[in-house]
């Protein structure tokens, strides 16, 4: 079983999970709860992939959540769609935010693209207001890079 190992860096811990090749459906279930477990202050941390025109719910940790995001709208799909990160310090203030958790105050999505076009989402938020700096942005830019080369990616979209 795997298990969350303080000691290591967030990447190294993502990189462990990562190293045996268990399938991306438990690869993902298993990096949301690493980042869920470890990141402080967080309320939701998951996965949204891309399903023609929209992103679909994956893998998370946190309350249930909307299950369809189309390209565009609200903090998960406009990152997709400019195919950049999206920190957004107060959602609240950020217009066309889609609300899952009331608890939910900052958020940072990162896209996911192997191969330079999105097939996802990294979604994290958090009860805190700007909860999500540079630093945080590049760590889970590095978490997601090795998603990027280690998960079955033509497989995740044929779900
Ligand atoms: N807030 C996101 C929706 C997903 S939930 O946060 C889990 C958005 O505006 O895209």
């Not at 900052?106 to 192997?114: D, F």
């Not at 700007?130 to 998603?147: M, P, S």
Request: aromatic share 8%; proline share 6%; glycine share 8%.
């Amino acid at each position: 079983m795997h298990e969350v190992r303080e000691t290591l860096s967030l990447v190294e811990e993502v990189e462990a999970l990562l190293s045996e090749d268990d399938g991306w459906l438990p690869q993902l279930a298993n990096v949301a709860s690493a980042l869920f477990y470890r990141l402080p202050d967080v309320n939701w941390v998951g996965f949204y992939l891309l399903k023609g025109e929209e992103l679909v719910l994956g893998p998370f940790q946190g309350k249930p959540a909307c299950v369809r995001i189309a390209l565009g709208k609200g903090v998960c799909g406009t990152a997709a769609l400019r195919k950049e990160p999206v920190r957004v310090p107060n959602v609240h203030e950020f217009p066309g935010h889609i609300a899952c958790d009331t608890a939910s105050n900052s958020e940072l999505v990162v896209p996911i693209m192997p191969r330079g076009e999105v097939v996802g989402v990294l979604d994290v938020d958090s009860p805190r207001f700007n909860r999500f700096g540079e630093e945080e942005e590049r760590d889970l830019l590095a978490v997601v890079r090795v998603l990027e080369t280690r998960v079955d990616w033509d497989r995740a979209l044929k779900w």
